[in-house]
Protein backbone atom coordinates (compact mmCIF):
# COMPACT_ATOMS: atom_id res chain seq x y z
CA UNK A 1 0.00 0.00 0.00
CA UNK A 2 1.45 3.42 -0.77
CA UNK A 3 1.67 5.96 1.86
CA UNK A 4 2.82 9.43 1.82
CA UNK A 5 5.62 10.67 4.13
CA UNK A 6 7.04 14.20 4.98
CA UNK A 7 10.70 12.47 5.32
CA UNK A 8 12.14 15.69 6.63
CA UNK A 9 11.84 19.36 5.91
CA UNK A 10 10.75 20.46 1.82
CA UNK A 11 11.41 16.16 1.41
CA UNK A 12 8.14 14.53 0.22
CA UNK A 13 8.42 10.50 -0.29
CA UNK A 14 5.60 7.93 -1.70
CA UNK A 15 6.40 5.11 0.79
CA UNK A 16 5.10 1.45 0.87
CA UNK A 17 3.30 0.32 3.97
CA UNK A 18 1.74 -3.47 4.39
CA UNK A 19 -1.73 -3.27 4.30
CA UNK A 20 -3.37 -2.65 7.73
CA UNK A 21 -4.53 -5.68 9.52
CA UNK A 22 -7.94 -6.33 11.09
CA UNK A 23 -9.33 -4.00 13.49
CA UNK A 24 -8.91 -4.84 17.42
CA UNK A 25 -11.14 -4.19 20.01
CA UNK A 26 -11.93 -0.79 19.93
CA UNK A 27 -11.19 0.10 16.40
CA UNK A 28 -11.56 0.20 13.00
CA UNK A 29 -10.44 0.11 9.62
CA UNK A 30 -10.49 3.34 7.75
CA UNK A 31 -10.58 4.42 4.16
CA UNK A 32 -9.12 8.40 3.75
CA UNK A 33 -11.17 10.11 1.04
CA UNK A 34 -10.39 13.28 2.00
CA UNK A 35 -7.28 15.53 3.52
CA UNK A 36 -6.91 19.21 4.33
CA UNK A 37 -3.87 20.25 3.85
CA UNK A 38 -2.19 21.47 7.07
CA UNK A 39 1.54 22.20 8.67
CA UNK A 40 3.46 19.17 9.69
CA UNK A 41 5.71 17.13 11.30
CA UNK A 42 8.24 14.86 9.52
CA UNK A 43 5.80 11.55 9.36
CA UNK A 44 2.48 10.54 7.85
CA UNK A 45 0.42 13.48 7.92
CA UNK A 46 -3.30 13.70 7.98
CA UNK A 47 -5.31 14.58 10.54
CA UNK A 48 -8.15 16.86 8.90
CA UNK A 49 -9.96 13.97 7.40
CA UNK A 50 -13.06 13.06 5.82
CA UNK A 51 -13.03 8.95 6.14
CA UNK A 52 -15.10 5.65 4.96
CA UNK A 53 -15.19 3.15 8.07
CA UNK A 54 -14.10 -0.44 6.04
CA UNK A 55 -14.46 -2.27 9.95
CA UNK A 56 -14.66 -2.12 13.44
CA UNK A 57 -13.01 -4.07 16.10
CA UNK A 58 -15.14 -5.62 19.27
CA UNK A 59 -17.13 -3.23 21.48
CA UNK A 60 -17.15 -0.49 18.89
CA UNK A 61 -21.17 0.13 18.41
CA UNK A 62 -21.78 3.81 17.11
CA UNK A 63 -20.50 4.00 13.94
CA UNK A 64 -20.62 1.35 10.94
CA UNK A 65 -19.25 -0.24 8.22
CA UNK A 66 -19.83 2.42 5.20
CA UNK A 67 -20.15 5.40 8.16
CA UNK A 68 -18.81 8.47 6.25
CA UNK A 69 -16.72 10.16 9.19
CA UNK A 70 -14.78 13.07 10.80
CA UNK A 71 -11.98 12.39 12.57
CA UNK A 72 -10.90 13.79 15.98
CA UNK A 73 -7.40 13.15 16.03
CA UNK A 74 -6.55 14.29 19.34
CA UNK A 75 -5.78 10.44 21.33
CA UNK A 76 -5.65 11.68 25.01
CA UNK A 77 -5.21 9.23 27.82
CA UNK A 78 -8.76 8.93 29.74
CA UNK A 79 -7.21 8.06 33.28
CA UNK A 80 -5.46 11.25 33.38
CA UNK A 81 -6.52 13.92 35.46
CA UNK A 82 -6.97 16.47 32.80
CA UNK A 83 -9.38 14.00 31.16
CA UNK A 84 -11.48 12.87 33.68
CA UNK A 85 -12.45 16.19 33.97
CA UNK A 86 -13.41 17.32 30.72
CA UNK A 87 -10.84 18.42 28.75
CA UNK A 88 -9.29 15.86 26.56
CA UNK A 89 -8.95 18.37 24.19
CA UNK A 90 -5.41 19.29 26.60
CA UNK A 91 -4.77 16.02 28.11
CA UNK A 92 -0.66 16.15 29.10
CA UNK A 93 -0.12 13.13 27.05
CA UNK A 94 -2.20 13.85 24.05
CA UNK A 95 -0.94 12.60 20.85
CA UNK A 96 -2.23 14.49 17.79
CA UNK A 97 -2.80 11.83 14.44
CA UNK A 98 -0.72 13.25 11.98
CA UNK A 99 1.21 15.60 14.00
CA UNK A 100 2.61 13.38 17.06
CA UNK A 101 2.16 10.20 15.16
CA UNK A 102 1.37 8.73 11.78
CA UNK A 103 -2.13 10.06 10.67
CA UNK A 104 -4.53 9.71 7.42
CA UNK A 105 -2.24 10.84 4.25
CA UNK A 106 -2.60 6.92 3.07
CA UNK A 107 -5.79 5.09 1.59
CA UNK A 108 -6.75 2.44 4.30
CA UNK A 109 -5.75 2.29 8.24
CA UNK A 110 -6.48 1.94 11.92
CA UNK A 111 -7.50 4.42 14.26
CA UNK A 112 -9.26 4.44 17.44
CA UNK A 113 -13.02 4.14 16.87
CA UNK A 114 -14.31 6.21 19.77
CA UNK A 115 -12.62 9.21 17.66
CA UNK A 116 -14.88 9.11 14.62
CA UNK A 117 -17.82 11.11 14.22
CA UNK A 118 -20.18 10.20 12.09
CA UNK A 119 -21.78 12.55 9.27
CA UNK A 120 -23.73 10.61 6.87
CA UNK A 121 -25.34 13.98 5.41
CA UNK A 122 -22.20 15.56 4.42
CA UNK A 123 -19.73 15.15 1.82
CA UNK A 124 -15.90 13.54 2.42
CA UNK A 125 -14.81 17.35 1.58
CA UNK A 126 -17.02 18.74 4.52
CA UNK A 127 -16.03 15.97 7.12
CA UNK A 128 -12.30 16.81 6.10
CA UNK A 129 -13.51 20.45 7.34
CA UNK A 130 -14.61 19.69 10.34
CA UNK A 131 -11.24 19.53 12.78
CA UNK A 132 -10.44 22.92 11.43
CA UNK A 133 -13.69 24.61 12.33
CA UNK A 134 -13.67 22.51 15.17
CA UNK A 135 -10.39 24.64 16.42
CA UNK A 136 -11.98 28.11 15.87
CA UNK A 137 -15.53 26.59 17.61
CA UNK A 138 -13.46 25.86 20.80
CA UNK A 139 -11.46 29.61 20.59
CA UNK A 140 -14.94 30.87 20.23
CA UNK A 141 -16.51 29.47 23.59
CA UNK A 142 -13.10 29.97 25.49
CA UNK A 143 -13.76 33.71 24.40
CA UNK A 144 -17.88 33.29 25.17
CA UNK A 145 -19.12 36.07 23.68
CA UNK A 146 -21.67 37.98 25.34
CA UNK A 147 -24.83 39.76 23.11
CA UNK A 148 -23.80 43.50 21.87
CA UNK A 149 -19.84 42.77 22.62
CA UNK A 150 -17.24 43.83 20.21
CA UNK A 151 -14.72 40.90 18.71
CA UNK A 152 -11.85 41.42 17.04
CA UNK A 153 -10.04 38.46 15.48
CA UNK A 154 -6.65 39.10 14.38
CA UNK A 155 -4.88 37.07 11.68
CA UNK A 156 -7.58 35.46 8.99
CA UNK A 157 -5.67 32.37 7.78
CA UNK A 158 -7.76 29.39 8.14
CA UNK A 159 -8.17 29.22 12.00
CA UNK A 160 -9.18 32.83 11.66
CA UNK A 161 -11.59 32.00 9.68
CA UNK A 162 -12.79 29.15 11.53
CA UNK A 163 -13.40 31.77 14.12
CA UNK A 164 -15.05 34.26 12.36
CA UNK A 165 -17.56 31.22 11.01
CA UNK A 166 -18.47 31.10 14.43
CA UNK A 167 -18.89 34.53 15.55
CA UNK A 168 -21.56 34.82 13.55
CA UNK A 169 -23.96 33.05 14.76
CA UNK A 170 -23.87 35.59 17.93
CA UNK A 171 -25.13 39.13 18.23
CA UNK A 172 -22.22 40.73 18.17
CA UNK A 173 -19.84 43.15 16.44
CA UNK A 174 -17.17 41.36 14.91
CA UNK A 175 -13.79 43.19 13.73
CA UNK A 176 -11.01 41.53 11.47
CA UNK A 177 -7.80 42.34 11.49
CA UNK A 178 -5.14 41.02 9.14
CA UNK A 179 -1.79 42.26 6.85
CA UNK A 180 -3.06 40.84 3.41
CA UNK A 181 -5.68 43.05 1.77
CA UNK A 182 -6.81 39.96 0.16
CA UNK A 183 -7.77 38.33 2.72
CA UNK A 184 -10.06 40.94 4.41
CA UNK A 185 -11.35 40.99 0.73
CA UNK A 186 -12.24 37.29 1.21
CA UNK A 187 -13.82 37.87 4.71
CA UNK A 188 -16.31 40.98 3.40
CA UNK A 189 -17.36 38.70 0.41
CA UNK A 190 -17.60 35.17 1.69
CA UNK A 191 -17.88 35.74 5.43
CA UNK A 192 -20.17 39.38 5.54
CA UNK A 193 -17.91 40.68 7.92
CA UNK A 194 -18.38 44.63 7.37
CA UNK A 195 -15.57 45.94 9.70
CA UNK A 196 -11.83 44.74 8.78
CA UNK A 197 -8.69 46.31 9.04
CA UNK A 198 -5.36 46.43 7.59
CA UNK A 199 -2.62 45.96 10.14
CA UNK A 200 -0.02 48.95 9.68
CA UNK A 201 3.35 48.99 11.13
CA UNK A 202 3.27 52.75 11.71
CA UNK A 203 0.24 51.66 14.35
CA UNK A 204 -2.91 53.24 12.31
CA UNK A 205 -4.73 49.73 12.87
CA UNK A 206 -5.12 51.09 16.52
CA UNK A 207 -6.29 54.35 14.84
CA UNK A 208 -8.70 52.73 12.56
CA UNK A 209 -9.87 50.00 15.97
CA UNK A 210 -10.53 53.05 17.48
CA UNK A 211 -12.69 54.71 14.94
CA UNK A 212 -15.31 51.75 14.63
CA UNK A 213 -15.26 51.00 18.17
CA UNK A 214 -15.98 54.97 19.63
CA UNK A 215 -12.57 54.65 21.26
CA UNK A 216 -13.94 51.66 23.30
CA UNK A 217 -11.84 48.85 21.90
CA UNK A 218 -13.00 45.34 21.79
CA UNK A 219 -14.31 43.23 24.27
CA UNK A 220 -12.90 40.45 23.04
CA UNK A 221 -9.25 40.07 21.08
CA UNK A 222 -8.77 36.62 19.42
CA UNK A 223 -5.04 35.77 18.46
CA UNK A 224 -5.29 33.54 15.29
CA UNK A 225 -2.09 34.38 13.87
CA UNK A 226 1.03 32.45 15.77
CA UNK A 227 3.29 35.28 15.32
CA UNK A 228 4.97 36.18 18.50
CA UNK A 229 4.69 40.29 17.59
CA UNK A 230 1.03 39.88 17.81
CA UNK A 231 0.81 37.84 20.59
CA UNK A 232 2.87 40.24 22.43
CA UNK A 233 0.78 43.51 21.40
CA UNK A 234 -2.41 42.44 20.78
CA UNK A 235 -3.58 43.60 24.43
CA UNK A 236 -3.47 46.99 23.65
CA UNK A 237 -6.49 46.01 21.55
CA UNK A 238 -8.62 44.67 24.45
CA UNK A 239 -11.19 47.01 25.98
CA UNK A 240 -10.75 47.76 29.90
CA UNK A 241 -11.56 44.34 31.62
CA UNK A 242 -11.54 42.74 28.35
CA UNK A 243 -10.67 39.30 27.29
CA UNK A 244 -7.56 38.12 24.89
CA UNK A 245 -7.91 34.51 23.86
CA UNK A 246 -4.74 32.63 21.99
CA UNK A 247 -5.56 30.58 19.39
CA UNK A 248 -2.58 30.65 17.43
CA UNK A 249 0.40 28.83 18.17
CA UNK A 250 4.51 29.66 18.81
CA UNK A 251 7.02 28.40 20.49
CA UNK A 252 8.63 31.41 21.06
CA UNK A 253 8.60 33.10 24.68
CA UNK A 254 5.88 36.02 25.06
CA UNK A 255 6.32 39.44 26.30
CA UNK A 256 4.07 41.66 27.26
CA UNK A 257 3.72 45.13 29.07
CA UNK A 258 2.29 44.24 32.60
CA UNK A 259 1.31 47.54 34.60
CA UNK A 260 0.71 50.23 31.57
CA UNK A 261 -1.58 47.62 30.16
CA UNK A 262 -2.14 44.28 31.01
CA UNK A 263 -2.76 44.89 34.90
CA UNK A 264 -4.33 48.69 34.24
CA UNK A 265 -7.38 47.25 32.29
CA UNK A 266 -7.08 43.90 34.25
CA UNK A 267 -7.76 41.97 31.56
CA UNK A 268 -8.31 38.11 31.28
CA UNK A 269 -5.97 35.60 28.95
CA UNK A 270 -6.84 32.62 27.99
CA UNK A 271 -5.50 29.95 25.89
CA UNK A 272 -7.56 27.89 23.19
CA UNK A 273 -6.00 24.28 22.16
CA UNK A 274 -7.67 21.77 20.03
CA UNK A 275 -11.60 20.75 20.78
CA UNK A 276 -13.57 18.96 22.49
CA UNK A 277 -15.59 15.64 21.18
CA UNK A 278 -19.35 17.45 21.43
CA UNK A 279 -17.89 20.30 19.38
CA UNK A 280 -17.10 17.63 16.16
CA UNK A 281 -21.01 16.79 16.36
CA UNK A 282 -22.36 20.28 16.75
CA UNK A 283 -20.42 21.43 13.79
CA UNK A 284 -21.21 18.30 11.54
CA UNK A 285 -25.10 19.36 12.76
CA UNK A 286 -24.62 23.07 11.96
CA UNK A 287 -23.42 22.34 8.04
CA UNK A 288 -26.22 19.70 7.76
CA UNK A 289 -28.59 22.49 8.71
CA UNK A 290 -26.91 24.36 6.42
CA UNK A 291 -25.94 27.15 8.58
CA UNK A 292 -22.46 26.93 7.31
CA UNK A 293 -21.39 27.61 4.42
CA UNK A 294 -18.72 25.37 3.14
CA UNK A 295 -18.46 25.86 -0.59
CA UNK A 296 -16.60 28.77 0.55
CA UNK A 297 -13.47 27.23 2.05
CA UNK A 298 -12.08 24.71 -0.40
CA UNK A 299 -9.96 27.19 -2.98
CA UNK A 300 -7.50 24.15 -4.31
CA UNK A 301 -7.11 20.55 -5.13
CA UNK A 302 -4.51 18.14 -5.69
CA UNK A 303 -4.88 14.12 -6.07
CA UNK A 304 -2.53 12.00 -3.84
CA UNK A 305 -0.11 11.24 -6.35
CA UNK A 306 0.72 14.76 -6.93
CA UNK A 307 1.60 15.37 -3.07
CA UNK A 308 5.21 15.22 -3.61
CA UNK A 309 5.52 17.24 -6.77
CA UNK A 310 2.53 19.99 -6.04
CA UNK A 311 2.77 20.51 -1.99
CA UNK A 312 5.19 23.00 -1.83
CA UNK A 313 3.00 25.45 -3.72
CA UNK A 314 0.52 25.84 -1.01
CA UNK A 315 3.40 26.81 1.05
CA UNK A 316 3.25 29.97 -0.53
CA UNK A 317 0.88 32.46 0.92
CA UNK A 318 0.44 34.71 -1.77
CA UNK A 319 -1.45 31.82 -3.59
CA UNK A 320 -4.67 33.25 -1.55
CA UNK A 321 -5.40 28.91 -0.48
CA UNK A 322 -7.87 29.02 2.02
CA UNK A 323 -8.12 25.26 1.92
CA UNK A 324 -6.62 22.67 -0.14
CA UNK A 325 -8.01 19.06 0.35
CA UNK A 326 -6.00 16.30 -1.13
CA UNK A 327 -8.28 13.83 -2.97
CA UNK A 328 -7.07 9.98 -1.89
CA UNK A 329 -9.98 8.00 -2.82
Same mark, same amino acid.
Given at each position: ?????????????????????????????????????? !??????????? !???????????????????? #???? %????? #?????????????????????????????????????????????????????????????????????????????? !?????????????????????????????????????????????????????????????????????? #??? #??????? %????? !????????????????????????????????????????????????????????????????????????????????????????
Amino acid at each position: MKAIEFTRPEVITMIDLPDPPAPGPGEALVRTHRMGIC !GTDPRIPGHEL !GLEVLAVGGGVDHVRVGDKC #SLEP %YVNDP #SSATSKKGHSNCCPGVQVLGVHTDGGLRPEWICPAHKLHPGNNLSYDQLALVETLAIGYHAVIRADPQPGETVLVIGA !GPIGLAVLEFLRLHDIKIIVMDMVESRLQFCREKLGIDHTIVFSPEGSHLTELEKITGGELADAVIDATG #SVR #SMSTCFE %YAAFT !GRVIYVGITTETLSFPHAPVFHRRELTLLASRNALPADFGKIISLIADGQIDTDIWITDRLTFDDVPTEFAAFTDTSRGTVKAIIEIA
